[in-house]
């Protein structure tokens, strides 16, 4: 059974404008797929339906063996990464990344467990006490994957997390994110219009342009000679 499944997902929006235009797709367990295409073509849409923030039109998007096309975000468990970090300025590093449990009251002591397990993956450890405006861009970002890491989601889904920071942050932050998933395991919806993030970071790469899903396969698959 596929982790994520869409099937034929159609997005239209109030103005008539079909943004994703038949899509889908399989997603196995524990793999790591890179939407990748032009800005405009529809990646961001697709990733908001399948985490729910964005309504869909038609089609099937099931999580597991459930249908999730009319559930609420917080009954999927997924943990999305958003581009601008979306943290909370008034809370220190460790507040935002434990904000998802205290949301459900989680026991004190496992939130420290928690927190610190993150932290520890992250390299964030020395900056629990810290706020977000003094931390660089790369330290933003890893606090907004501390907070994904810990809701123990069953999938993480990744809005072009990189495209805010400077290149060689970027590529260290590749090399990071590659390592993450694959201790963790998780399964993983990464969008981006880097070529470089695309060919380097997934299982498969999906290729979209003008919602429509044109290619499915390895980086091997879509981007060398026959
Ligand atoms: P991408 O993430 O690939 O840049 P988006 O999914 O953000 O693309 O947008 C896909 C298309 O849908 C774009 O042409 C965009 O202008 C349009 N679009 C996005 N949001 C809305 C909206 N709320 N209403 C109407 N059109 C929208
Ligand atoms: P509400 O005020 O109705 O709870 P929110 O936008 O705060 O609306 O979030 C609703 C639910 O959506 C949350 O309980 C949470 O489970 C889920 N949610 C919010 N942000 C994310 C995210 N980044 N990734 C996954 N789920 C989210």
Redesign the pocket.
Known sequence: MAAISMRNIVKRYGDGYQAVDNVSLDIADGEFVILVGPSGCGKSTLLRMI???EDITSGDMMIGDVRVNQK???????????QNY?LYPHLTVFENIAF?MR?KNTPDSEVRERVQKAADLLQLGEHLDRKPANLSGGQRQRVAMG??IV?D?DAF?FDEPLSNLDAKLRGQMRTEIARMQKRLGTTTVYVTHDQTEAMTLGDRIAVLRRGVLQQVGTARQLYEEP
């Open positions: 985490v729910g923030l609420a975000p917080r009954d999927r468990n997924l943990a999305m990464v958003f979306a998802p949301l907070r994904a809701r989601a889904l």
